[in-house]
């Protein structure tokens, strides 16, 4: 729930919204983004950015916050350390020349953690074995200064290679002195100092698919280190693990208890390409979210069994669209948003172009309201204005992150477009109008369409404009592979 305390706000909203760029959202008054819930365990260290966009210098305060916790005023970061269980609502206020705003925030101290999709960046697709401290630091720093942090991300995941050659005498994991000389955790403060949050990647067999040394039969020291290190997230792949769904429930579940036990709230994520069904047991062992695929590639249709095409993942997804709820989802693979072919495992060293921006952008409206975690992976240094866009498309990323965490349903599928709905919150509904084909076409959305018994107002989520009332059909134009994402609110 969020309430604008002054008159002038909602008017300099719907001019600042009217078909502009999002640019303006980061000349007015403050407006929140991000998820309006986040979670905790009980007695560990406790670390949100509260998302707003706005002119700054923006001031930040709050009440009713847990004992435990405060907000800094200038940057917006919730800190402390919460030690009684519970359910608390803050009531945050961003300020700045031109209005105040209000928005109410559930602080769940618990054990859940990731009470909406992770949002974040990962190193992989494009970066692989290139991966060192300097890259993360820029990358930080990237995701401050692009406004990514304002709008919500906050993961920065190191995935494989951080690793030294082998572990300590004592067993204990080791990042590279080369890569990393002055350590994980000087690293970890680095970026908990601007608000962000660090991962780091290992895998349930005795080695990572980059044959680094791998968590098997070390998860409790390697647990207990990272929390040490202030790690924030784990994403535990599946190489060098027999084939069998006993094993990878059982290697799962330890690595997910030691983390449970490591005195720090780290977010799992699991990463078997989804063998044996992760959806079916990943809550079970303590998963926050599962990959559901094989690694997706920068290429819309085709692929091989083990290099998934954007196409074949959502195809896949389909089939699984029910599972998740909050704190546990799909993961469909990182957003390969503005990687253009260049990424060094998605493009395959230019043996894929990469895809088209309205492809992109499909992918991540798709993304986006099947509740995926939205990581992107592209070189977030250097975005052009189309990346930027997708990515950081405030009402876009209000769907992923709508707080019910309903799972979205594919209502359609007609003449090659295929009609998703998603309930939000507050009775309003996300739709998305994908067409799989290369050929525009046009579709008329009426209320029946959707599966609704009442109209509602309608607004194009992409366009930031309001398409008027849907008790008569709109007819859509939808280019080849382009999605529209429209909010229907107001249903009555
Ligand atoms: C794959 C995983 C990728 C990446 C890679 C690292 O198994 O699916 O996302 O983590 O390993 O080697």
Partial sequence: MRFYLIALFSLFSSILFAGGTDDLLYKGPPVFHGPTVTGNFPGTEFLFTVPATGQRPITFSALQLPTGLSVDATTGIIRGVVHEKGTYTATITASNALGKSEEVLKIEIGDKLCLTPAMGWNSWNVFTNTLDEKLVMEIADAMVSSGMRDVGYQYINMDDYWHDSTRATDGSPVANPKKFPHGIKWLSDYVHARGLKLGVYSDAGDKTCGKCFGGFQHEEIDAKVYADWGVDLLKYDFCFVPWKKSEAIARYKKMGEALKGSGRSVVYSICNWGLFKPWEWGPEVGGNYWRTTPDIFDLWRGGIPFMMSTMRIIKRQNKILEYGTPGHWNDPDMLIVGNYGKGKATGRNGMFKGMTDTEYQSHMSLWAIMNAPLLSSCDLRNMNEATKNILLNTEILAINQDEAGKPVQLVNKKNGIWLYKKVLQDGSCAVAVFNTSKKEKKFELTATS????????????????????????????????????????NIQ
């Avoid at 059909?473 to 229907?488: A, R, S, Y």
Wanted: glycine residues 8%; aromatic residues 2%; positive net charge.
């Fill in 450 to 489: 959707l599966q609704l018994n009442a109209a509602g107002n309608v607004r194009d989520v992409w366009k930031h404009s309001d398409l008027g009332m849907l008790n008569k059909q709109i007819l859509l134009t939808v280019q080849g592979h382009e999605t529209i994402v429209l909010k229907i609110s």
